[in-house]
């Protein structure tokens, strides 16, 4: 039978962790294990401009007759100067809504794919695990160097130029625009720069994954390091999120933008990315983007969104803080690091007892949401991790 042929494929261990997680009855257990921001309460609320939103959609929504491959074009189009600043040029920009950045980053490796089978791809180690899957199975070429000193807690830059002066003319350089996941260590300005200089110099394609902006110093901030490549780049690839920073995570919402060089390129690339995503989704689920859209085409609701944000972030921040000041030494780095990931200089079989002895949940990575911590439950945590190191 031709279902036979199929090899059996492991569980994703972090949605395994889930599970593992309800069934534990220990009181004051901590979850830090799924990446989704969570409050005080360890809930993962609704943002109060979505929920206005969906509202005023319900109201005045007339029809959900099909869009087109492009999605919401408002949608695209209110999100440019969030991405590229208030202002910016985005004549030469074209965008199209994905099913969530997941969607965005599989339409850009099959972009890339279209105009070059094969193409190399460079990949910082670690990264999100989805993405390597996410190019190979578009036919994609990986090619990998060191990103992270797990032990020591720092970016290995040397090793990240090394591979980026080796790279050929014409490869594509995976880049977190911000909140690296899962180390929360991201490039300083001075190493972004360093970046955007040799893509320029060197013909590299820049893909940034931009995926928690907002979440880490802010949303300039966070797309700081994309407008340096983008100064200095001839093309480049936008995976963006929406779910994070709306919490609109099962609504799926994303973009895959492109800023080309040259305008005339620009819209052979649009053409290709439509023609692309139709025997993909045909068209992205539109619910969360209209949400979006109808927030950012209202001031009082953009400006609510971005408070909302604002508090997010100062929380994990807080709780960064915390963890840093409650033990300096072995806990420190993760006040310089940003966003809600850290990766813990912990083995799995370290991360195993945290589990067993201490209920508290974590990637066997060591990777950590520190977003499931609270100023109650930090000084807990740390002397878990003290218990078991
Ligand atoms: C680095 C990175 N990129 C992209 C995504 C995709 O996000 P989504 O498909 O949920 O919008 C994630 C989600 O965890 C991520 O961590």
């Given at each position: 039978?031709?279902?036979?042929?199929?090899?059996?494929?492991?569980?994703?261990?972090?949605?395994?962790?889930?599970?593992?997680?309800?069934?534990?009855?220990?009181?004051?257990?901590?979850?830090?294990?799924?990446?989704?921001?969570?409050?005080?309460?360890?809930?993962?609320?609704?943002?109060?401009?979505?929920?206005?939103?969906?509202?005023?959609?319900?109201?005045?929504?007339?029809?959900?007759?099909?869009?087109?491959?492009?999605?919401?074009?408002?949608?695209?189009?209110?999100?440019?100067?969030?991405?590229?600043?208030?202002?910016?040029?985005?004549?030469?920009?074209?965008?199209?809504?994905?099913?969530?950045?997941?969607?965005?980053?599989?339409?850009?490796?099959?972009?890339i794919a279209?105009?070059k089978p094969k193409a190399t791809i460079?990949?910082?180690?670690?990264?999100?695990?989805?993405?390597?899957?996410?190019?190979?199975?578009?036919?994609l070429t990986?090619?990998?160097?060191?990103?992270?000193?797990?032990?020591?807690?720092?970016?290995?830059?040397?090793?990240?130029?090394?591979?980026?002066?080796?790279?050929?003319?014409g490869d594509v350089?995976?880049?977190?625009?911000?909140?690296?996941?899962?180390?929360?260590?991201?490039?300083?300005?001075?190493?972004?720069?360093?970046?955007?200089?040799?893509?320029?110099?060197?013909?590299?394609?820049?893909?940034?994954?931009?995926?928690?902006?907002?979440?880490?110093?802010?949303?300039?901030?966070?797309?700081?390091?994309?407008?340096?490549?983008?100064?200095?780049?001839?093309?480049?690839?936008?995976?963006?999120?929406?779910?994070?920073?709306?919490?609109?995570?099962?609504?799926?919402?994303?973009?895959?933008?492109?800023?080309?060089?040259?305008?005339?390129?620009?819209?052979?690339?649009?053409?290709?990315?439509?023609?692309?995503?139709?025997?993909?989704?045909?068209?992205?689920?539109?619910?969360?983007?209209?949400?979006?859209?109808?927030?950012?085409?209202?001031?009082?609701?953009?400006?609510?969104?971005?408070?909302?944000?604002?508090?997010?972030?100062?929380?994990?921040?807080?709780?960064?803080?915390?963890?840093?000041?409650?033990?300096?030494?072995?806990?420190?780095?993760?006040?310089?690091?940003?966003?809600?990931?850290?990766?813990?200089?912990?083995?799995?079989?370290?991360?195993?007892?945290?589990?067993?002895?201490?209920?508290?949940?974590?990637?066997?990575?060591?990777?950590?949401?520190?977003?499931?911590?609270?100023?109650?439950?930090?000084?807990?945590?740390?002397?878990?991790?003290?218990?078991?190191?």
């Open positions: 039978m031709l279902f036979d042929g199929l090899k059996p494929q492991a569980p994703d261990a972090l949605l395994a962790l889930i599970g593992m997680f309800a069934a534990d009855p220990r009181e004051g257990k901590i979850d830090l294990g799924v990446g989704v921001y969570r409050d005080e309460t360890g809930a993962t609320p609704v943002f109060r401009a979505v929920k206005a939103a969906e509202a005023k959609l319900v109201e005045t929504q007339s029809s959900k007759s099909y869009l087109g491959p492009e999605g919401d074009i408002r949608f695209t189009e209110l999100l440019k100067p969030i991405v590229f600043g208030a202002g910016a040029d985005t004549s030469s920009i074209v965008g199209v809504q994905t099913p969530g950045g997941t969607g965005a980053l599989r339409l850009a490796a099959e972009l279209s105009a460079w990949l910082g180690t670690p990264t999100w695990p989805n993405h390597p899957p996410t190019f190979s199975s578009a036919g990986l090619a990998t160097y060191r990103y992270f000193d797990q032990a020591a807690q720092h970016i290995r830059f040397d090793e990240m130029m090394d591979a980026l002066n080796r790279a050929e003319t350089v995976l880049l977190h625009g911000c909140c690296h996941n899962p180390t929360g260590a991201n490039l300083t300005s001075a190493q972004w720069a360093e970046v955007a200089a040799i893509v320029g110099k060197r013909g590299l394609l820049p893909l940034v994954d931009l995926a928690y902006q907002g979440l880490g110093g802010g949303l300039d901030e966070d797309s700081a390091g994309l407008r340096m490549v983008m100064e200095a780049a001839e093309d480049v690839i936008i995976a963006y999120s929406c779910d994070k920073n709306f919490g609109l995570y099962r609504d799926r919402v994303g973009a895959l933008y492109v800023r080309a060089k040259q305008k005339a390129r620009a819209e052979l690339i649009l053409s290709n990315m439509l023609a692309l995503a139709r025997p993909n989704w045909s068209m992205p689920p539109d619910h969360g983007a209209a949400v979006v859209r109808t927030i950012l085409e209202d001031a009082a609701l953009t400006a609510d969104w971005r408070a909302e944000l604002t508090s997010m972030r100062e929380r994990i921040t807080t709780v960064r803080e915390a963890l840093a000041a409650g033990d300096s030494n072995f806990l420190a780095p993760i006040a310089q690091q940003q966003g809600m990931f850290s990766l813990l200089p912990i083995s799995a079989e370290q991360v195993a007892t945290l589990r067993k002895d201490h209920a508290v949940y974590m990637a066997g990575s060591g990777r950590a949401n520190l977003a499931g911590l609270t100023l109650k439950t930090v000084p807990k945590f740390i002397e878990a991790l003290k218990a078991v190191r």
